[in-house]
């Protein structure tokens, strides 16, 4: 009877697990190769011009879970998510004015959930596209029905992305997809990573800006960050050959070849290992900048201290820049991590003639 009854069990476990299966491969987010970003607000949009100086912030927000007082199990820490909707909420605030007192132009958000179980369904694009009054698109990056993991406290449903908020003159905003790094059926709970491009109207010219935000490979085996980073480098070598000025940003998930590796060593690499930004073979003469006088980025293992020697960080968020950008500054805007486990990222450029 026992073994009646264990059989059974495991039966319709094996049944479940199959229905589950079935469920997230016919739900599977299947986005095009290329196709429309979305609009979510048109704000009031100023003119570019040749010789403009202007500046652009790059900043993962960590679905506003990441703050200094979290961890999160794939670093090696114990939560799933944050412990409640009101501190989903404190950390998105302080996200905004973080960005706020930036006082950047063009602002790439990486990490931001429109509708998700771990940020307590709150709508980060909505709240942030309101708040600065910019034109603002959005790629969505991850969308999954229903993450079974870990089993004590699921992920859940997850619907998030990147957004780019844009005070100038859009000509076009488009989603371009990226080489997923997982097979089936891992890659049906997986982020479908992509490049959010925006080409901006430049006044009496025939040039464009082209505005990349991104948000690259970050638990693979280091092949889909090259394969991925491979596409990113053919797509501004086009746009650049054109004629067009090109600004690519974002979280790289890669170290910056300018980066003192000595500065922030690796302490252990069982959870992430950031690959290495290499690029010179695809784009000589570009300017790849970060800052690596404050860590751009920290690992989700415990709370954070700075006096705890299991404190990891990173630098691996920055920016790439046709030869036609002049770059007037680089900094990393050292929030001591409250309320994203990334620092913001800011440069100043100028559009030379």
Known sequence: ???????????????????????????????????????????????????????????????????????????????????????????????????????????????????????????????????????????????????????????????????????????????????????????????????????????????ELILVNLHLEAYDNGEGKVKQTKILTDILKTEYEKGNYCIAGGDFNQIFPNTNINKYPLIKDEHFKPGKLDIEEFLKGWNIVTDDKTPTSRLLNEEFDEKSPNTQYHVIDGFILSPNIKLNNIETIDTKFNFADHNPVKIDITLKE
């Open 1 to 207: 009877m026992i073994f009646i009854i264990i059989t059974a069990l495991i039966g319709l476990l094996i049944i479940l697990i199959l229905a589950l299966l079935l469920y997230l491969t016919i739900n599977e987010y299947k986005p095009e190769e290329i196709e429309d970003a979305l609009l979510i607000r048109k704000g009031e949009e100023k003119e570019l011009h040749i010789n403009d100086s202007l500046s652009v912030l790059t900043y993962n927000i960590g679905y506003c879970n990441d703050s200094a007082d979290s961890d999160f199990f794939m670093d090696g820490g114990k939560r799933t998510r944050i412990e409640s909707k009101k501190m989903v909420i404190r950390n998105l605030k302080g996200i905004e004015e973080n960005i706020r007192e930036t006082g950047s132009d063009i602002i790439f958000i990486q990490e931001i959930d429109t509708k998700s179980k771990r940020g307590y369904n709150t709508n980060q694009v909505r709240y942030l596209s309101k708040v600065f009054k910019k034109t603002s698109y959005f790629a969505k990056n991850f969308s999954c029905k229903y993450i079974p993991y870990p089993i004590k406290d699921t992920i859940g449903k997850v619907e998030s992305g990147i957004l780019t908020l844009n005070p100038y003159e859009t000509i076009s905003a488009k989603r371009y997809s990226l080489p997923v790094s997982f097979k089936y059926p891992l890659r049906l709970c997986q982020l479908k990573r992509c490049l959010l491009v925006e080409r901006v109207k430049i006044k009496n010219s025939k040039k």
